[in-house]
């Protein structure tokens, strides 16, 4: 018998006759002759609704205070789901991330599970139950709930699927899986049927938000099958794992990946002498400031300027950082440039392919489009353009490396 | 420094104004220099609403399922109710019932506390916390959430007073606390300054609503005073408590409780032979109908009528029952009355007067008021009186009794 832990999210389980249909969708599951555990989310506006009370309460609640809150959202949501099933006259059987063994550190609001103790979840399967467990949530230590931040249920997901060593993670969403590129800019984009945990880490990490970069990676760590599939029809997704042949890929290029939430901050004149771009990054790090692109640019013999993107919600705090530091570090001035995005091509066949960066330029300067910056890793080459050109950008990056049906 | 345990009900926290409200009053308590514990139950309408879901999707559901699903109403009001505590500048924490280390067994839907583990409460005491406790809940020992049924708040209140040892247990509710009899039906009646257990478990169990009598029976095994009040205003309510001197009384009889959820059932024609009566009785016990009065009246020279009194609720299914087993037992005939009301008098003083009964039934007497069924315990004497006659029933004896301010 195998295995099979499911995943629904919100939107999904927004209403009682929505669950139901999950309901549905999980009693097939388990007469096709396989073992089901279900993690869920809240119901549709469940969490929004809570955060909206605490901050009619209290502006800036402790992040402790917030998890004890958000936990219910999913808890509501299981208990709805373990009802409907046995409605349907199956055994089922709801637990709470504390219930289920999902053990945490102590980081309020983006916990990481640390560990997942099975032996319920196990006794339970053997009980002939279909479990559904509170996806977002685990236990801390100290007996407190922490939950694991965005994309959290999907982590929790995959976690378990890895405690279980179960045969497959079906990620239920509302979309039909993850495309080569946003549908909403290239509406016949290709759809992509496989891609390897590496790609969609990439992917997830460049802004595809189908699926969380966390639960790839403990996907990838445990070699979790992971299929990513609409839980309003049942076709086919896309499967995530280690291989993809090249039966099932695309091309060179898999997917194209697009992020607005981006900017751009350069430090102009900075003294061209060791330890100073060594002492801007280490301020901003201690502010938990993700870097994402560097660029030095050596501006006059003995002056550079440092460029580097982050999301547009850490850059005022970068340039306040870096004014406070720049006469120590002698620099003459702090800019920040938003109205930007960024634009990757993400693929594994890069690398043997060594004409793929070339293509892609080529490709954007025909069309007019002004490269403000790149950056590169082995299967990813990203560049920062004007936002009001991204759009465009990822339209003719899809036809130029076939990625339209 | 003392600790004192609150409870608040969920009219006191229907919504965020008034857990603001309750915030405050929580704080000025802890000011005075005591340990605050503050137990709360779900807000307004919040169990209704999640019960109506649950019916949407499973008219039957199962009570484990329930009790999870329920047990989020109070874990949202103590969450919300700490981070408005900690608005305030105070330290507060919030605990679930099996954070708190309520055990419970696991009579799902009911479940009795079975032991209070209290060693985290006195830690987060100790690191100068005020606890905010989900009231209802606790945790069977396969780490599954029961809830405690019908005012399973107070019974928590109660309890971990007696746990922590606290110096007293304030019930904070929507009255002023417990009048000699409903002030809906008299409204100058006398409140209650001082009752004692016994009496507040009579007037509890014989229909009185503002204190559940499992609280009060927790709070008489381990000697809890117990001050009920109102969330309202700060007027001194009712303190229930071991012993009530004569200066706290209001005379021999302390209160007056009626109640109209009551029906008579009547078997007729019993054979007159041993081991009848016990078989009627043991069938209703199987099938938990709980009966309060009980009468035997020889109708022939070898034939009973039994009539026995039951909540309305069971009282079908009592008469099925009965039907069922009538020829067993040779019964001729079962009949239900409805429409009819218990009215009780309550008064430690009882035992030292022996006039009381005389004056009560001479009072309903010269009222017109028809008598169908009586019994009387230490310190209670029960009418069962037509429905329509109840209100007028209380009026009087609050009069004769001298219960009127």
Chains 1, 2 share one sequence.
Request: with cysteine; aromatic share 2%.
């Amino acid at each position: 018998m195998s295995i099979i832990v499911q995943k629904y999210g919100g939107s999904s389980l927004a209403d009682t006759e929505k669950i139901m249909r999950v309901a549905n969708r999980i009693v097939s599951t388990k007469k096709e002759g396989n073992q089901v555990v279900a993690i869920v989310s809240a119901m549709g506006k469940t969490t929004d609704n809570l955060i909206k009370l605490a901050k009619e309460i209290n502006e800036n609640p402790s992040k402790r205070e917030m998890d004890q809150l958000l936990a219910t959202g999913e808890q509501i949501s299981m208990s709805l789901l373990a009802m409907a099933i046995d409605n349907l006259g199956e055994k089922a059987l709801s637990l709470s991330g504390p219930q289920a063994g999902i053990k945490t550190d102590s980081t309020h609001s983006k916990a990481m599970i640390t560990e997942i103790v099975s032996d319920r979840l196990l006794d339970e399967l053997k009980n002939d139950n279909i479990i559904i467990v509170a996806g977002f949530q685990g236990v801390t230590e100290n007996h407190d709930i922490a939950t694991l931040g965005r994309g959290g249920s999907d982590t929790s997901a995959v976690s378990i699927a890895a405690a279980l060593n179960a045969d497959l993670c079906e990620i239920f969403t509302d979309v039909d899986g993850v495309y080569a590129c946003d549908p909403r800019i290239v509406p016949n984009i290709k759809k992509l049927s496989a891609v390897s945990y590496d790609e969609m880490l990439e992917l997830a990490n460049l802004g595809a938000k189908v699926l969380h970069s966390r639960s790839v990676e403990v996907g990838k760590s445990h070699n979790v099958t992971i299929h990513v599939r609409s839980s309003f029809n049942h076709n086919i997704g896309t499967v995530v794992k280690k291989e993809v042949s090249s039966m099932e890929h695309n091309g060179v290029i898999t997917g194209i990946a697009h992020d607005f939430n981006i900017a751009k901050v350069v430090v102009f004149g900075v003294p061209d002498k060791p330890g100073v771009a060594a002492r801007i990054f280490k301020e901003l790090a201690l502010a938990n400031i993700g870097i994402q692109m560097i660029v030095q640019s050596a501006q006059t013999e003995n002056q550079n300027d440092i460029a580097f993107t982050c999301s547009l919600d850490d850059a005022r705090e970068a340039k306040a950082i870096l004014e406070k530091i720049s006469n120590d570090v002698g620099a003459r001035d702090v800019v920040i440039t938003e109205n930007l995005a960024k634009v990757s091509i993400v693929g594994a066949g890069m690398m043997t392919h060594s004409n793929i960066a070339s293509r892609m330029f080529g490709t954007l300067g025909k069309a007019g489009i002004n490269i403000d910056m790149i950056s590169t890793s082995e299967i990813t080459i990203s560049v920062i353009v004007n936002s009001d050109q991204c759009e465009k950008a990822v339209r003719e990056l899809a036809e130029e490396f076939d990625l339209i049906d």
